[in-house]
Antibody, heavy 122, light 107 residues
Framework: QAQLVQSGAEVKKPGASVKVSCRPS????????IHWVRQAPGQGLEWVGW????????NSGQKFQGRVTMTRDLSISTVYMELKRLTSDDTAVYYC???????????????WGQGTVVTVSS | DIQMTQSPSSLSASVGDRVTITCRAS??????LNWYQQKPGKAPNVLIY???RLQGGVPSRFSGSGSGTDFSLTISSVQPEDFATYYC?????????FGQGTKLEIK
């Protein structure tokens, strides 16, 4: 089962915004960066960005800069990804995933949410 | 952003075959290269991290190699449950990127 729990499916009109939530299970909130990855229907994986839950710092891919905002709520151990000015090209499954590393080794994604389907349609 | 180029984009194999998928980075990423398997309707699952380290619970028929810009994932003897799509991903830069994927199909 998913170790990160995401919010449910969304249907939005072009030009609107969507906000997806992700809550890691256990007591490790703040210990690991959370990344967002999306997958359009029949397409590959596309990295969106990351948030450091401890500090709130974030970064995103060039194509999303200015349109994506990642935030967190420490009181409920939840992170959010908001994407603005939606177009039909944003129709995709959005995953949150945990960035983990063994001591002295590079990072990789070891836990994933169940995915949130975002549909943009007029 | 660092570009990751996988080849081939699709691959047909029979059970028992040995298959290799390659991944090339647009600049050196040392060993900051991971491989994921994804089955339809499911989230990806890490197979190999740090270019050659096998994730716990992953069968030993999977192996990874490479460093710098050129990497490969090898399945020594393909099993029925291995038919899926495979992605490489770099974690070297602050902006991660994935390869476009390789779909492994039954011949």
């Amino acid at each position: 089962q998913a170790q990160l729990v995401q919010s449910g499916a969304e249907v939005k009109k072009p030009g609107a915004s969507v906000k997806v939530s992700c809550r890691p299970s256990g007591n490790t909130f703040g210990d690991f960066y959370i990344h967002w990855v999306r997958q359009a229907p029949g397409q590959g994986l596309e990295w969106v960005g990351w948030i450091n839950p401890k500090t709130g710092g974030s970064n995103s891919g060039q194509k999303f800069q200015g349109r994506v905002t990642m935030t967190r709520d420490l009181s409920i151990s939840t992170v959010y990804m908001e994407l603005k000015r939606l177009t039909s090209d944003d129709t995709a499954v959005y995953y949150c995933t945990r960035d983990y590393s063994e001591p002295g080794h590079p990072q990789y994604f070891d836990q994933w949410g169940q995915g949130t389907v975002v549909t943009v349609s007029s | 952003d660092i570009q990751m180029t996988q080849s081939p984009s699709s691959l047909s194999a029979s059970v028992g075959d040995r298959v290799t998928i390659t991944c090339r980075a647009s600049q050196s990423i040392n060993n900051y290269l991971n491989w994921y398997q994804q089955k339809p309707g499911k989230a990806p699952n890490v197979l190999i991290y740090a270019a050659s380290r096998l994730q716990g619970g992953v069968p030993s028929r999977f192996s990874g190699s490479g460093s710098g810009t050129d990497f490969s994932l090898t399945i020594s003897s393909v099993q029925p449950e291995d038919f899926a799509t495979y992605y490489c991903q770099q974690s070297y830069s602050g902006r991660y990127t994935f390869g476009q994927g390789t779909k492994l199909e039954i011949k």
